[in-house]
Nanobody, 115 residues
Framework: QVQLVESGGGLVQAGGSLRLSCAAF????????MGWYRQAPGKQRELVAR???????YYADSMKGRFTISRDNAKNTVYLQMNSLKPEDTAVYYC?????????WGQGTQVTVSS
């Protein structure tokens, strides 16, 4: 059974930083795209960033220059370093893996940025 386990969310003041981690269990995802999405209250889930198996990255426009996605294939883990956080970054952040065997989601971790 595949599990994606996120950690690292919390409460931070505007301008602060957080680092999210997502560890995958039950399947080796080193050949698959891994990513982060977020969903704020009353809004649709949106892509934050994703990273390919060879490290190519994509960021949503509002995250460019502030967020950095990375991965450790040996640990089957993807990270999201978030700097210069803004109140509008407040959301539940979800880890995602897109593979030929299916699309997998973590349970989500809350990030709250106070002004």
């Amino acid at each position: 059974q595949v599990q994606l386990v996120e950690s690292g969310g919390g409460l931070v003041q505007a301008g602060g930083s957080l680092r999210l981690s997502c560890a995958a269990f039950g399947r080796d995802f080193r050949l698959n795209v891994m990513g982060w999405y977020r969903q704020a209250p009353g809004k649709q889930r949106e892509l934050v960033a994703r990273i390919s198996s060879v490290g190519s990255t994509y960021y949503a426009d509002s995250m460019k220059g502030r967020f950095t996605i990375s991965r450790d294939n040996a640990k089957n883990t993807v990270y999201l370093q978030m700097n210069s956080l803004k109140p509008e970054d407040t959301a539940v952040y979800y880890c995602n893996v897109d593979s030929p065997m299916g699309v997998y989601w973590g349970q989500g971790t809350q990030v709250t940025v106070s002004s």
